[in-house]
Structure formats: C-alpha cells, structure tokens
C-alpha cells in the first residue's frame, strides 16, 4: 500500500516548485512590493517548514537503511528550523540576520544527507545519478544564502537561491526507481520500470 | 526643460518594469506549458489518460499534471495579485 520513493520524490518536487516559483517572483518584484500583502510574506517560509514537518513520515515509513532514517529526520529537522526561523524573521519574533544562517546550514544538511545515503556510483541508475547531483547542488547553492547574509537585498543572488530551488524541484521530478542514466543502468539495479 | 539624462533614466525605469511584469504573468503560464509538453511526449506518465489497471498511487502520482497545477495555482494564487501591487507600487511612486 505504499507508494513508490519515486513519488514520494515527485510530490516533494512538486511542492519545492511552488517554493521556487515564489522565490523567483519575490527576487523580480523585490521584497518591498512581495510583502505588500501580509501572507504573502509567510507564504514560502511556511511551505518550506510543512516541508520539513512532511519529511517526519517519509522518515519513519521508508525505513530502507539506517542511513536513509537518518537523512530524512536530518532533511526534516533543517526544513523547519529554517523555515521556522523565516517566519519568525518575517513576523518579527526574531531580529537578527545571523538567524538566516540556517537557510546555509539547510543546504549543506541536505547535500551532504543525498550524498552520504546514496551508496551507489554516478552511472549506477538514474535515481543515484540525481542523488549525487542533487547533493552536490544543494552544497554549492549553499554559497547564496550564505553571501545574502551580507548583500540582503541583491536581486542576483535572491535569483540564484531561487533558480537553484527550481533545479532541484526539477532533478525530484526527473527521479525514477529504476531507469537508465544516460543509457546506463546497472544490472544489478534490478527490473527496469516505466 | 527636459534634459536627456533625466528622459534615458526614466526610459530605463519604465523599460525594466515592463520586463518584470512580463516575467512574473509569464512564469506561471511557462511552468503549466512545461508539464504540458511533458505530457504530450511521455503521455505514459499521466496515467488518467489510461486508469484501466492502474492502482491508486498510480492515479494520484502524475508529476506533468502536478507541474501543470502548480503553474496554474501560482498564476491564480500569486502571480495575479503580484501583478496588482507592482501596479499599484508603480502607481505611487510616479
């Protein structure tokens, strides 16, 4: 009766494209004009925290390997502490800009989690191929909220945090269990599907 | 007097706020387009065109039909009241 990880990923990658489409209209219009409509202002930092508070399930049912548990409770945790933290910067519970410190924390949480739990090769299977892919963007995208700590109101790097949140909502739609990478898929990734 | 400088200047601000209106009404329609695309060349993979036999996550898990309403939910939902405070912004600060 569960679903297959697959979908799991394309609903994740659904959800995580309507985050990046917000933050790819908030870079173009500017903050100023973004928040002129209160809830606005909570609309992605709340979809990034349900994001987070919907990782707990995948957590506890797709317990592959300890490892898998691991990266999902660690994907969770970080989701909503940084979306958490967004939103009380938002409404103005906190005041300090150090608190988005844990948009960086997230994207490295979260590479370094897709790398250290895929245990296959690049060109083992399609689904590996995006796995290392993604953890390897998510550590280098990790350099934009990272430089918005000092430059907050650049237009090009709130357009890059954005676009690399749509590249990876992407990469989760293109996931497939079972399919080749490039032509490759290896024998041992078991029974091609559709 | 209207000097040059002044009349480039505003050129410029109107130039790059007709370009971000564009961007904004397009980008919902470009990602609904993109799922669309998507179903035409694996049609496979919106299995309501073929429910016979399929289970339930089958049916319920279709990623070009979930890009497709993430693209119109964003138009409906974000991009048309962006649209209107950029407008009424605008409005303001001429």
């Not at chain 1, 800009?97 to 989690?113: H, S």
């Not at chain 1, 290896?186 to 029974?191: N, T």
């Amino acid at each position: 009766m569960q679903p297959r990880a697959e979908m799991i990923h394309w609903a994740f990658g659904a959800m995580i494209l309507f985050v990046g489409l917000c933050l790819v209209c908030e870079a173009l219009v500017g903050q100023e004009v973004w928040r002129m409509r209160r809830w606005r202002g909570y609309l992605w930092p709340a979809l990034a925290f349900a994001l987070g508070v919907f990782l707990w399930p995948v957590m506890a049912f797709f317990t592959n390997s300890a490892i898998h548990m691991y990266a999902h409770g660690s994907w969770a945790e970080v989701l909503m502490l940084a979306g958490g933290a967004e939103l009380a910067l938002v409404r103005g519970r906190l005041t300090s800009p150090l608190w988005r410190l844990t948009w960086p924390l997230a994207f490295v949480t979260a590479g370094t989690a897709f790398l250290v739990h895929e245990q296959n090769p690049w060109f083992f299977a399609r689904s590996a191929f995006l796995h290392h892919l993604l953890g390897w963007t998510f550590i280098l995208a990790a350099i934009f909220p990272l430089a918005l700590m000092w430059r907050p109101r650049s237009s090009v790097l709130r357009g890059g945090f954005a676009v690399m949140v749509v590249a990876v909502s992407v990469m989760l739609l293109c996931d497939r269990d079972v399919a080749p990478v490039f032509g490759h898929l290896s024998p041992l990734a078991g029974a091609e599907h559709r | 007097m209207e000097t040059p400088v002044v009349h480039d200047a505003s050129a410029t601000r109107v130039h790059d706020r007709a370009i971000r209106v564009y961007a904004v009404s397009l980008l919902g329609p470009a990602t609904a387009a993109a799922g669309l695309i998507w179903a035409i060349l694996q049609p496979y993979r919106v299995t309501l065109l073929h429910p016979r036999g399929q289970g339930l996550w089958w049916l319920v898990f279709e990623p070009p039909l979930f890009v497709v309403v993430i693209g119109a939910l964003f138009t409906v939902l974000v991009a048309r009241p962006v649209l209107a405070d950029l407008e009424q912004a605008d409005a303001t600060t001429r």
